[in-house]
């Protein structure tokens, strides 16, 4: 009987449950598998990035701390050893240092707006911690790092010294060409190098989540592969 089924093309008969020779549809070979290509698509996800955001939020901290501390151990310095003393010349026409009390923003800007730069100052700093949370960017790490490390060390000017809590005068000593150039410090210079970092950023058109804008018919393209590996 078997030769007769295999002879005429029938399928031959098996144990009870077995579908091997089954063409139906209950058969194991079309159940979809966990992991099997018809449910990738369901399950993939991209890339987590807590990762780089995180190696990102740490490099602004440490950028930051350090800015912060600089400036701050440097006007105690100074405030200490040379204010209300001639300048300390290091190179003749060139640097040198002479502490003044400046009530105004970074460069002597504004010295009639103090509680409002000061009130300016903290709006920056809650702006900067605000736009962290989406950082993933290398680049405007370093220059959100900048600019909250020297808004800090100005506003601590700002609150604690005086004449007064929210108007407190900051603590200038940095000369270049002397009689030529506004008197700053370190805060302002990390103001300012961030500032023009931030400037050249956005036109270059890298954004804080780590994509750039290339002004094409997708709008944003992924940043370099370095961001997520950095």
Not at 210 to 229: F, H, I, L, P, Y
Request: with cysteine; aromatic share 6%; glycine share 16%.
């Amino acid at each position: 009987m078997r030769g007769l089924q295999a002879a005429g093309g029938a399928p031959l008969s098996g144990a009870p449950g077995d579908d091997a020779g089954s063409g139906g549809t209950g058969g194991t070979d079309d159940v979809t598998r966990p992991g099997a290509p018809g449910e990738t698509t369901a399950r993939e996800t991209p890339p987590s990035a807590g990762g780089p955001a995180r190696r990102r939020l740490g490099l602004l901290a440490i950028i930051a701390v350090v800015i912060y501390l600089s400036d701050l151990a440097s006007k105690i310095l100074v405030v200490e050893t040379i204010e209300d003393r001639p300048p300390v010349v290091l190179i003749d026409g060139l640097l040198q240092f002479r502490v003044i009390r400046n009530p105004g923003a970074a460069f002597s800007i504004g010295t009639g707006l103090t509680l409002v730069l000061t009130l300016i100052a903290i709006g920056v700093v809650i702006a900067i911690l605000r736009t962290a949370k989406n950082l993933r960017s290398l680049p405007w790490a370093v220059t959100l790092g900048l600019l909250l490390g020297g808004a800090l060390g100005n506003l601590t000017d700002r609150i604690f010294r005086s004449p007064g809590v929210l108007e407190g005068h900051v603590v200038d000593f940095v000369e270049v060409f002397p009689g030529h150039f506004p008197i700053f410090n370190v805060a302002d210079s990390s103001i300012v190098c961030g500032g023009i970092l931030a400037v050249f950023l956005a036109w270059r058109g890298y954004q804080i989540d780590g994509t750039r804008d290339t002004g094409g018919s997708k709008g944003k393209s992924a940043a370099a592969k370095d961001e997520d590996n950095g």
